[in-house]
């Protein structure tokens, strides 16, 4: 593939993710649980139960494990591998991973889950070793869902979702452009991660939210053919998404070790501290080997808020021209 092919292919793929949020059931269904009890195994053994749901996965699955021999984040190729394999999209789409994993995510039947635990196990430990994402982001879609999301309610999107810090992103012809009917949410963000350092596509900055990630819907601007849904994520009362032994992996073998929790904000572009969210603080067994976390800088725990009510009044000022 060329590299105006691949730029293509990834803007289409990314596309895919960040628009798929008609999907979401938006109905309280059983917490996601199971995998927290797998070991933390090779990429290649953490596919092999999924070759039946999708047939090309093992030669996608060498193709990323070969682009992660050098890994960022301290991740291990293989945590960074799941995370690349997760991004790459693959025809026919109903079995490609991040399509079919996210259907099962977001079905009210749970068994249909019990083939992915290894791989949900690797994924999400690369995952929660990233630094915490705490900024506004963005996604949206070609359709009016406004009627689903009312004000004051608080709703759960069970599958992963694909977001971007760049509103111009979203207001690229590739993506919702700037005419038509458009749903576009701006959420506050608490527990994102950022994965550009392990995607397939690097060229655009992606931040993905847990799965079972809750948000309470605080405010909805309409600009006739344009509707802003603004969410804030909030922590359940109970983990929805079952935490797991998080250990820490050297670049060429998994070991047990507690993770580093950091926590970036991608719209100062530096690290700052902050309370983990209930559902990924998941270090719940001893270390055996410990690790010193890097020095953060602190800022005040109200950043995020500003930066939301900034974004709220961007809105307002300029939704009128998009």
Known sequence: MTTKGKKEEGITQRYL????????????????????????VSLEEAVEKLVNLLPTIQSHAYIAKQKCKK???????????????YTMGWEPLDECLYFVLNDTLRSANRQKLKPWFLYLRLFLNGLLRLPLIRDV??????MDLS???????????????????????????????????????????????????HSYFSSEDEVLLLAATQFKVIGYLDQGDLHVIHLKEE????????????????NDSTTSKPAVSQTKSI???????????????????????SVQPKPLKTFPTSQPTNLFRINFFYFLLTASSL
């Open 17 to 40: 993710r960040i628009t798929d949020i008609a999907k979401e059931p938006l109905d309280f269904l059983s917490p996601i649980c199971g995998y927290e009890k797998m070991p933390l």
């Open 71 to 85: 890994p960022a984040d301290g991740l291990s190729p293989d945590e960074s591998a799941s995370i690349m394999l």
């Open 137 to 142: 982001v963005h996604r949206g879609i070609r």
């Open 147 to 197: 009627k689903e999301y009312r004000m004051g309610e608080t709703i759960i999107w069970w599958g992963f979702s694909s977001c971007t810090t760049a509103l111009n992103v979203l207001q690229s012809a590739q993506f919702l452009g700037k005419t038509g009917t458009r749903t576009m949410f701006t959420i506050q963000c608490e527990s994102g991660r950022d994965i550009c350092n």
């Open 235 to 250: 922590p359940s009362p109970f983990p929805l998404l079952q935490p797991v032994p998080l250990v820490s992996s050297s």
């Open 267 to 289: 719209s100062s572009k530096t690290d700052q501290t902050s309370e983990t969210f209930s559902s990924v603080n998941l270090a719940s067994k001893p270390a055996i080997t």
